[in-house]
């Protein structure tokens, strides 16, 4: 028994269970910050003004995941053979898509009352901070590729720090808000930049002939993954109203990161995998059991602290707790269903992974529909646990 203790303490030496660590304290960095950014904002900045700008942070960040165009999968799948070639090919690809995506989205943005008074200094600064994020998230996914994701850890830690400059920009009002964020993110960007180094940004054919359905696949399969966490809160409010889905948003919101650490080990296995990872299978089995033992503790603290987590929000978040409890208990149908698709990615079988996310997300989208206006927000719960346990099973049947 002591010498399989030692044994297991001795794997948390290697990069599996080292990237995951600094994967898993990089999202908690980000976690916390934000919910420390907005705490700030919303006693420096009119209430107004800060409602303006989360619309446009929001905006900043769906421009960062459509610029990504799956690449942040082929980085990390094809790193291992093409190296730099793979990082350079994706900072062009990436910067490019990111200007494409904000233009676009700014003069939308722009033709909505809510947003002209702003006028075209708003653009400039919105299309600068996407490729600003855009760029961020790519250097991120290529300390991880490296199995150096303690410098991914230390962008999240500069940009963290982003509310320092919400105390000297209050004269800008929204945009002050907005070039806070932005101005954290050029932090983490630099720290990348100085610490990882610009690889040579040129396009390489051949990477690109490897890695582009399979990237393309993915960030289809990516968008139908984020869909739910898009469109559950505005489903949420035209059935059940505004106090409803502000108790479903905090609800939700936690629940997805009490996930934050099985999917960072997840996200380190994809490392692993794609360097070519020996007893690929005894590994996988080792990543669900640490996974599934990290769920069990998070059950416990659910059930126990739970509501004094939701009522540092107002009393009223209470009623979010039965939400929490479903989808921390659905997170142990998350873990199996998330590691599947990792290993599918590692065998390139990407067509697999836009059925799969594509059926999870009509099962959980539609399920949430039907039982939201006869259970209120425990539908979204109802709808959370059944839809991956369909697709766990689906996937286990095939896979296992």
Known sequence: MLEILKQELHNFKTPLYRNSVYISLATLTTAVAGFLFWAIAARLYPAQDVGVASAIVSA?????????????????????????????SALLITSIAGVAFSVAYGLIMLSSESFKALGWKFLGIFVLFSVIGT??????????????????????????????????????????????????????????????????????REFIGDALRFSLG???????N???????????????????????????????????????????????GSHGLKNMRRTLKKAIAFSYVYLAVAVVGVWLFGGYVLRFFGEGYVGGLPLLRLMVLGGFFVVVVNFSITVLNIQKRVKEIVVINTLKAALFLGLSYLLVPRM??????????ISHLFVNLVLVFKLF
């Open 60 to 88: 900043l960040n769906l421009t960062f995941n459509l610029s990504m165009l799956g690449m942040n999968f082929a980085i990390i799948r094809f790193y291992p053979e093409y190296k730099e070639r793979a990082i350079g």
């Open 376 to 385: 209120g927000i425990v539908g979204v719960g109802v709808g959370f646990v």
């Open 135 to 204: 760029l961020y998230n790519v250097f991120s996914t290529y300390a991880i590729a490296r199995r150096r994701a303690e410098h991914a850890f230390f962008q999240s830690l500069l940009f963290a720090g982003r509310f320092l400059f919400l105390f000297l920009l209050t004269s800008m009002g929204v945009l002050g808000v907005v070039s806070s964020f932005g101005l954290g993110l050029l932090l983490g960007l630099g720290y990348a930049v100085l610490m990882v180094g610009i690889p040579k940004v040129e396009l390489d």
């Open 218 to 224: 993915n960030y289809l399969a990516s968008i139908a």
């Open 226 to 272: 984020m869909a739910p966490n898009y469109l559950m809160p505005t489903l949420v409010l035209s059935m059940l109203g505004k106090e409803e889905a502000a108790y479903f948003y905090m609800a939700f919101a936690i629940g997805n990161l009490i996930l934050f650490v099985p999917n960072a080990i997840n996200t380190s296995f994809f490392v692993e």
